[in-house]
């Protein structure tokens, strides 16, 4: 059974920092692209940002640039997010992501967009107090 579990949400202030972790378990994903996603409380679930399979291509949400920092472990299975300079309008429920479909080439896909992903955790509350 393929499992994506997150972990390392929790409280802060702004301006602080938090670190989440995302370890899958199941099969590898050091083929495949993975991202991170949140949604907050009446809001639909928003891109914050993927990367390629090896590490060499990352995207942000415009929101995220220069803040938020994506990578990965595949050694561990592991995608990361470190966050920084955190505002209270990040606060929200981020979710791990995983493409399903192997593709260890420069010209694959990294997708922005929540239905081009597979295999989703369970996700991890951040909150972030004014």
């Known amino acids: 059974q393929v499992q994506l579990v997150e972990s390392g949400g929790g409280l802060v202030q702004a301006g602080g920092s938090l670190s989440l972790s995302c370890a899958a378990s199941g099969r590898t994903f050091s083929r495949n692209a993975m991202g991170w996603f949140r949604q907050a409380p009446g809001k639909e679930r928003e891109f914050v940002a993927a990367?390629?399979?090896?590490?060499?291509?990352?995207y942000y949400a415009d929101s995220v640039k220069g803040r938020f920092t994506i990578s990965r472990d595949n050694a561990k299975n592991t995608v990361y997010l470190q966050m920084d300079s955190l505002k209270p309008e990040d606060t929200a429920i981020y979710y791990c992501?995983?493409?399903?479909?192997?593709?260890?080439?420069?010209?694959?896909?990294?997708?922005?967009?929540?239905?081009?992903?597979?295999?989703w955790g369970q996700g991890t509350q951040v909150t972030v107090s004014s």
């Open positions: 992501a995983a493409v399903a479909a192997d593709c260890p080439g420069y010209g694959c896909n990294v997708p922005s967009i929540h239905t081009e992903y597979d295999y």
């Open positions: 990367i390629s399979w090896r590490g060499y291509r990352k």
